[in-house]
T-cell receptor, first 112, second 109 residues
């Protein structure tokens, strides 16, 4: 089954404790991206990757890192999480950057 | 600049039609999409329209595009309680999709 898998689904952590949210897709898509969803703000793109070893900042990259060592995986790293990073995070993949996007189930992160 | 706007809430009675509106600013958009997000889930593509079309119908869904006014709408006929969700429009520009803020549709009996 074609899918985008994120882990974990829910995470509560403390300020400053490094964390990684994993994302994997099995559709051989070139393009992957991370979004955060906040009430009234819709989806805002954090980082994206057009292919292996090619990543770039989205609209709200501050406080986040990503890597794309393999085509299928695109982890999101928070080196020193802060409470303003409490949000619902989505990973998405698509054949290209502007074609239909397939979304993961989301990761609800709470930073206390 | 790039911006996609939607109203935040819509409430309709079961069986009525729902119309969700969206405005966008980038005239280079080639496709426009509607996504549905059910509680606790990710976004799923509902339908899309190519920018040289002005209407597309898919069962209970009708998408209308006014390219001159950069206005997109999604009409859901015979709205059911299972249609309660957040609906996002998105425009396709050269490198990415730009999403609107989402409209929360609430269907009451």
């Amino acid at each position: 089954e074609a899918q985008v898998t994120q882990n974990p689904r829910y995470l509560i952590t403390v300020t400053g404790k490094k964390l990684t949210v994993t994302c994997s897709q099995n559709m051989n898509h070139e393009y992957m991206s991370w979004y955060r969803q906040d009430p009234g703000l819709g989806l805002r793109q954090i980082y994206y990757s057009m292919n292996v070893e090619v990543t770039d900042k989205g609209d709200v990259p501050e406080g986040y890192k990503v890597s794309r060592k393999e085509k299928r995986n695109f982890p999101l790293i928070l080196e020193s999480p802060s409470p303003n990073q409490t949000s619902l995070y989505f990973c998405a993949s698509s054949f290209r950057g502007n074609t239909e996007a397939f979304f993961g189930q989301g990761t609800r992160l709470t930073v206390v | 600049g790039e911006d996609v706007e939607q109203s935040l809430f819509l409430s309709v009675r079961e069986g009525d039609s729902s119309v969700i509106n969206c405005t966008y600013t980038d005239s280079s958009s080639t496709y426009l999409y509607w996504y549905k997000q059910e509680p606790g889930a990710g976004l799923q593509l509902l339908t899309y329209i190519f920018s040289n079309m002005d209407m597309k119908q898919d069962q209970r869904l009708t998408v209308l595009l006014n390219k001159k006014d950069k206005h997109l709408s999604l009409r859901i006929a015979d709205t059911q309680t299972g249609d309660s969700a957040i609906y996002f429009c998105a425009e396709r520009v050269p490198d990415k999709l730009i999403f609107g803020t989402g409209t929360r549709l609430q269907v009451f009996p």
